[in-house]
């Protein structure tokens, strides 16, 4: 009976410090009445942006599931059942240091292929704030009604700001912070600058209506091939499913996000994603690698019924060529999405990635994409295949060609 008496107590010892842990990070957290989001800079726009008028709308695309019951609905929260709203794709990126060209390269290919009017949400370091204007307002008339924008300063808790800041790479850790940023802003696609669209925004928005009543977001898987896995063979922390997931490509619903209340580590507590977001980095800053995207693998390791896993075709990378072609759902449909993450844009390591990523910037708009787009990209991708990735190149081109095909019959019925 002492033995037990004893581990009873050791249980209710190790629980006491384990909450006293985690309300002292909440007390850092929230000191001074929340003064850690100064209003001046919590993702208050330039007032200068494209779409000053109407910046942050309170249905701005699905929020995920519905049921076709409707009884079933009717027992959701609010805002699990708005409608689809103004019927745009909402899309985010962040911005800091030499990025501009690429992302710039990044939302060409999202406006060139989307046949629904699209937003941008650009967070971007001061200095880029007039590059970026002067460059979107400089593309066509004809071009610039099928998207808005908006621009925002870099933004993070007053608290540890630099730290955030460095984590990983420059202003990659802001996506943690994008819903408590665009608190009316209901669901989003964030996306790397080193992001290329090979078929329309809408279609990977419309995954949304793919959520399940417990997904709060959806990202791929960061490798199909586990003897290749970085997670499964390195990590230091928890990670999400057999090889960890890839944050490069994050569709949210953001409304669910800011509602739910995590399971973790830290404590028997439940928290908010605010709540848990500082704790959590403190808790693991000395064995996390990839920074935010590791935050989020621990995240979802302890709630897994939360995401949605969509395919490696919607988030290709050199991980899926480089020793040959490892996504299935690629090699039978084609890529969807080109993640040209490790700089492949910008060095001779993977040329295919390189010329889809040259095709995009050189083109010229209102050229005929066949004939100015796809074909001088075809010719280049012919160059690469001394590669594995470039063997694997008319995956690349196989659902590009379908997009731009469907874009140009559209064009030619509207005429």
């Known amino acids: ?23 002292n990070q909440l007390a850092s ?7 850690d989001w100064d209003l001046n800079e919590q993702g208050i726009p330039d007032r200068r942006s494209h779409d000053a008028g109407h910046l942050l709308r309170k249905k701005p695309g699905p929020t995920g599931p519905r ?15 708005k409608e689809h709203g103004d019927g745009r794709s909402h899309l985010a990126v962040v911005a800091c240091g030499p990025r501009l060209e690429e992302t710039l390269a990044m939302l060409k290919s999202a406006v060139l292929l989307s046949k629904k009017p699209l937003h941008f949400y650009i967070f971007a370091e001061d200095d880029l704030h007039d590059q970026f204007r002067n460059a979107l307002d400089s593309w066509p008339r004809t071009v610039q009604t099928k998207f808005n ?12 700001a630099k730290e955030w800041k460095k984590l990983f790479k420059p202003c990659a850790s802001q ?25 329309p925004v809408e279609d990977i928005w419309a995954l949304l209506s793919q ?14 091939e586990p003897r290749i896995g970085w997670y499964n063979r390195f990590a230091r922390h928890p990670y999400y499913g057999k090889t960890g997931i890839n944050s490069g490509v994050m569709l949210m619903n953001m409304t669910r996000l800011r509602e739910k209340s995590f399971k973790n580590d830290m404590t028997t ?24 995207q590791d935050l989020l693998n621990i995240i979802f390791h302890h709630n897994p019924e939360s995401l949605y896993v969509f395919p490696c075709q919607w988030n290709y990378r050199p991980d899926h060529c480089i020793y040959g072609s490892n996504c299935q759902q690629a090699d039978q449909e084609g890529v969807f999405i080109l993640h040209g993450n490790r700089g492949v ?14 095709a995009i910037r050189k083109y010229t708009f209102g050229e005929n994409m066949e004939t100015s787009l796809l074909q001088p990209l075809e010719a280049s991708l012919q160059t690469t295949t001394n590669t594995y990735c470039g063997r694997a190149s008319h995956l690349f081109t196989k659902r590009l060609k379908q997009s731009i095909a469907s874009v140009q019959q559209d064009v030619t019925q509207r005429r």
């Open 1 to 23: 009976m002492r033995c037990y008496h004893q581990a009873f107590l050791l249980c209710m010892v190790s629980t006491f410090f384990s909450l006293l842990y985690v309300f």
């Open 29 to 35: 957290t929230l000191e001074d009445g929340g003064d």
């Open 67 to 81: 049921d076709r019951d409707e009884g079933l609905d009717r027992k959701r929260s609010g805002s699990e059942v």
């Open 149 to 160: 924008y908006t621009i925002y300063p870099i933004t993070f808790p007053n608290e540890n």
């Open 175 to 199: 996506r943690l912070f994008l819903p408590l940023i665009l608190k009316e802003v209901d669901s989003l696609l964030y996306v790397d600058t080193d992001i290329i669209f090979l078929q």
């Open 211 to 224: 959520f399940n009543s417990s997904h709060l977001a959806a990202m791929a898987p960061e490798h199909e």
């Open 269 to 292: 507590v439940a928290l908010k994603w605010e709540e848990m977001l500082m704790p959590l980095y403190q808790k693991y800053k000395l064995n996390i690698t990839w920074g935010d």
């Open 345 to 358: 844009y910008h060095d001779d390591k993977q040329p295919a990635f390189r010329a889809v990523y040259e």
